[in-house]
């Protein structure tokens, strides 16, 4: 039995993968997919001190509440970020990094360095009346979508989870200063149907696997079960 904590991306909640989460525990396995403060459940918590420490701080501490061990830590989009300063945290804890369309930082870095696009969203939010919040991506014409999902239904649930993001979490840095965690093993995960322009993707090291779903950003909705196959092939 592997133990799989998802970790949501930007404006999503761990809702978006209730598809996914059935198919690894009938796997066998045990999985955790938590709210990061400010969303779903915990959505009334957001506020303008909610950044990128935030999240760290809620995925390490379902970690050492729950006492789990050898943990495959998925991250989606922003929540590259996120996964990789947990590991920086708890490197013992981890057995496997899955980057699952993901920002893929390098020390020091924030969101806006490895998505440029990320400064725009930045600057509209402090032009904003209030300064912080950054609303979710608008959906776009076809064949994009929303975050990649098209089809009517799905759009609709879609759109139920999905709240703002505080700008603080695109501005603060990632911490990989323990050497440990470069010990760990990673997997990419990459969605290559109908890639919006201006989305940056950093060449991965040769040594790391990478595999491709032909589907949009949200593939656990638009392709939970292949998603699951591949999720388990790294544990």
Partial sequence: MSTYLLVHGAWHSGECWERVV???????????????TGHGGKARLLGPDVGLDTYVADVVGLIRDEDLTAVVLVGHSYAGLVVSSVANEVPDRVKHLVYLDAMVPEHGETAADIQPV??????RARASDDGWRVPPLPELPPPYGLFGVTEAADVAWLRTML???AVRSFQQPVRLDDPAVRAIPRTHIHCVANVPEGVVRRPVPA??????LPTGHDCMITMPAELAE???KAA
């Fill in 22 to 36: 059935p198919l690894l525990t009938a796997a066998g396995h045990r999985v955790y997919a938590p709210d990061l």
């Fill in 118 to 123: 990320t400064r725009a969203l930045i600057e």
């Fill in 163 to 165: 709240s703002d993001q």
């Fill in 207 to 212: 040594h790391q696997p990478v595999w491709e």
């Fill in 230 to 232: 591949l999720l388990l």
